[in-house]
């Protein structure tokens, strides 16, 4: 069998597909990084706000207490 001779231009576009597979590859990594970077920052975020909306539930509640108990006195 003979093989078929490659010339310089196709060596050359290998290898240029191959550096540019390498720089797409690192891009990837590094956007799937970010990605999970954000992901862990909006859960933190959440578990934030449902802290704030407990702290808030309980601050109304506790404002609701004091005007009545301020209503009852003043009537």
């Known amino acids: 069998m003979t093989r078929k001779k490659t010339t ?13 597979e390498k720089i797409c590859a690192e ?3 590094q956007l799937i990084k970010s990605m ?4 862990k ?3 933190e975020m959440k578990a934030d ?6 702290a808030g539930s309980i601050i109304i509640l506790i404002g609701s207490f004091i005007a009545s108990v301020f209503y009852f006195f003043m009537e």
Do not use: F, P
């Open 41 to 43: 920052d909006v859960k």
């Open 8 to 20: 310089y231009s196709e060596q050359a576009t290998g290898i240029r597909l191959s550096s540019h």
């Open 49 to 54: 706000m449902n802290k704030w909306k407990g």
């Open 27 to 29: 891009r990837m990594a």
């Open 36 to 39: 999970d970077e954000l992901k």
